[in-house]
């Protein structure tokens, strides 16, 4: 059973910055990836950022060049840093642990970005 503890979301100006955290607890070695998303009201829930086990990467065309995932292994936690951050970028983020049978979900972190 894995466990995923979401922080660092908060009330941010346009072209600010944020740094995301997923605090993953409980059997983690299986998990082959780590992924962020988001949901805005009314929205659908999509993929943000997203690392696998060996390290790879990839983005929504909407945050390229802008956030960055990345891990600590060690800590079995996953990071989002997102820079130049706009309105649009306002959600709810949810960290999403995968493993080969099962996936799990974080409770949400709201980051909202206004003047």
């Known amino acids: 059973q894995v466990q995923l503890v979401e922080s660092g979301g908060g009330l941010v100006q346009p072209g600010g910055s944020l740094r995301l955290s997923c605090a993953a607890s409980?059997?983690?070695?299986?998990?082959?990836?780590m992924a962020w998303y988001r949901q805005a009201p009314g929205k659908q829930r999509e993929l943000v950022a997203r690392?696998?086990?060996?390290?790879?990467?990839n983005y929504a065309d909407s945050v390229k060049g802008r956030f960055t995932i990345s891990r600590d292994i060690a800590k079995g936690t996953v990071y989002l840093q997102m820079n130049s951050l706009k309105p649009e970028d306002t959600a709810v983020y949810y960290c999403?642990?995968?493993?080969?049978?099962?996936?799990?979900w974080g409770q949400g972190t709201q980051v909202t970005v206004s003047p």
């Open positions: 999403n642990a995968q493993e080969i049978t099962r996936e799990h």
């Open positions: 409980g059997s983690i070695f299986s998990l082959y990836a």
């Open positions: 690392i696998t086990s060996a390290g790879s990467t």
